[in-house]
Each structure stands twice: as C-alpha cells, then as structure tokens.
C-alpha cells in the first residue's frame, strides 16, 4: 500500500462518499464465490474492507478466478505469478482486467489497478466482479460454479423484425417528443408588420 498521509477538505469528503458504497454483505457473497468457482484450496478472509483488499492485493486470486471462468486448456492467464515484488502484483490485476475485459465485462465496469492496489475505491472493485459473475451467469457454457441467482442475467438482444408497410406508416406519424399539433390554428393571427387590435 502507498504510504500517504490522512487527506483532508474535499479529499477526505469525497473518500468517504466512496467508501460508503462498499458493501460487506456482498463482500461476504463475492468471497463465497470466488472460493467455490476457483474451487482450490484458498483460503477465507478475515471480514472487512481491508481484509478483502489484502487477499486480492496480490492478483493471484483474481487470475485464478479469472482462469476458472474457461474450459481447461483455454485459460487466459497460463502463468500465474506469486510474486512479493509489487510490480509483478500490478501487473497481475492488468492481467485480470484486460482478461475480464475479453470475457464481455464492459470498460465502464472494470476498476482501476490503483482502485484495488491503494484500496482507494474497493467498491469499484465489487462493481467489477459482479459484473464478471453476471457475464459468467449469461454465457451458461457451463464453467460457471455456483448459485445462479447470485448473479443478475444480463439481458440478450431482443430483435423486432418491422414490414415495410409498418415502416412506412411510421414516417408519417409525428412523434411525441417533437409535440403535437392538435388544435392548433392560425386563427387571430394577423399578417406580419401589422398591429394586433387589443380592445
């Protein structure tokens, strides 16, 4: 972790709207399914934020899960790393979250190493692993371990097929963003240049 002194001001305001967002009760359920989708011998985190951030500092439990999301021969991370050195830690997270990318996590849900390293927003951090376990849930290829409902499925694409007649009524129709013009009329309505006769 960085050493950095305690912030102050709008530092330290914004810090704590951050950390308010973190969740321990999905904190539990995420440790819960690492540890059974990994289905290894890792062990289980004291709770708490710091606990959690520590057991996932090191990158090899999120490679790990990562890996276990493919069928065997197929993992994304063939090299994982039990490195101290903190560099090759870094390194490992970029790993994760370039591999997360490539399974179907969007960009906008994927943390920042520094988010996970510093612990400066882990609740981005539970973001991004529950939009893992919801994309896991959706590919059902059967690498997936454990409960479903612990997961949101994400939503498949609904295509609607529209004839051209249907197609063409449509361009004659004036949508309601754009207003309406029932009732409207040019009564009263003088020609231009001319006063109105107000009595």
Not at 84 to 89: D, L, N
Not at 161 to 181: A, D, H, K, P, T
Request: a neutral charge.
């Amino acid at each position: 972790m960085a050493n950095r002194g305690p912030s102050y001001g709008l530092s330290r305001e914004v810090q704590e709207k951050i950390e308010q967002k973190y969740d321990a009760d999905l904190e539990n359920k995420l440790v819960d399914w690492i540890i059974l989708q990994c289905a290894e011998d890792i062990e289980h985190p004291p709770p708490g934020r710091a606990h959690f951030q520590k057991w996932l500092m090191d990158g090899t439990v999120l490679c790990k899960l990562i890996n276990s999301l493919y069928p065997p021969g197929q993992e994304p991370i063939p090299k994982i790393s039990e490195s101290k050195m903190a560099f090759k830690q870094m390194e490992q997270i970029s790993q994760f979250l370039k591999a997360a990318e490539t399974y179907g996590v969007r960009t906008t849900d994927i943390f920042q190493t520094v988010d996970l390293w510093e612990g400066k927003d882990m609740a981005a951090v539970q973001r991004t692993l529950m939009a893992l376990g919801s994309v896991a849930v959706t590919k059902d290829d059967g690498c997936y371990r454990g409960e479903p409902s612990w997961f949101h499925r994400k939503a498949q694409q609904n295509r609607r097929g529209f004839s051209e007649e249907q197609l063409r009524q449509g361009q004659s129709v004036i949508g309601l963003q754009m207003g309406s013009n029932k009732g409207a009329s040019q009564a009263g309505m003088t020609g231009y240049g001319m006063p109105r006769q107000i009595m």
